[in-house]
């Protein structure tokens, strides 16, 4: 999956809601449901981990990238 294409349809979420867990809507049915890039099960772990610790409420976004496109090989390039 193309990153802009992530950044795109995370930055859609969070322009369409007005709070952190109303983005799930909108993100289960882009992630779940039309391109199969998560499973429900995904989506709950990472929904599950952002209640577990302290923060705002839509964290679990970060959490939704990472099982989607996992860190990216060119970001670890320059490091020894």
């Known amino acids: 999956m193309k990153l802009v294409l992530l950044y795109v349809l ?7 809601t007005f709070s952190g867990t109303a983005t799930l ?3 289960r049915q882009d992630f779940v449901v039309r391109r199969g890039l998560l499973t429900d099960r995904d989506l ?4 599950t981990a952002d209640g577990a610790g302290p923060g705002p409420n ?5 959490s939704v990238g ?13 490091w020894p």
């Not at 990472?66 to 320059?78: C, E, K, S, T």
């Open 10 to 16: 995370l930055l859609k979420a969070m322009a369409t």
């Open 66 to 78: 990472y099982l989607v496109a996992g860190i990216p090989v060119r970001a670890w390039a320059g």
């Open 58 to 62: 839509g964290i679990y976004l970060v």
């Open 25 to 27: 809507p909108v993100v």
């Open 44 to 47: 709950n772990l990472a929904f």
